[in-house]
Nanobody
């Protein structure tokens, strides 16, 4: 089970930090990351980090503004979001993929079998 927290309302230019922790049975993951979704649109990739090697991937719209980090011991991942824009408004979901994740598809939400409940991020202009 993945539990996300940290969403909220912030003005444009502000910052928020999202956190996601895995609980329950011992879970070995291949990648943990964040996706976001607005009504009427498909869920889109934001950022992810591999368990093995720690390689990090970002979507172009968030590069330079968002930072993903992990805590392997806690099976947790965080997303620091700076310089937020109104277009960042969405429900943010943390997700985890198994060890067998295909690297060429690491941005594909279909590769992630485990999902948190989502947390709303609203950026006002």
């Amino acid at each position: 089970q993945l539990q996300a927290s940290g969403g909220g309302l912030v003005q444009a230019g502000g910052s928020l930090r999202l956190s996601c922790a895995a609980s329950g049975r011992t879970f070995s993951w291949g990648a943990m990351g964040w996706f976001r979704q607005v009504p009427g649109k498909e869920r889109e990739f934001v950022a992810t980090i591999r368990a093995r090697g720690g390689n990090i991937y970002y979507a172009d719209p968030v590069k330079g503004r968002f930072t993903i980090s992990r805590d392997n011991a806690k099976n947790a991942v965080s997303l620091q979001m700076n310089s937020l824009k109104p277009e960042d408004t969405a429900v943010y979901y943390c997700a985890a993929a198994s060890l067998g994740i295909i690297l060429s598809s690491i941005r594909d939400p279909g590769q992630y079998a485990y999902w948190g409940q989502g947390t709303q991020v609203t950026v006002s202009s």
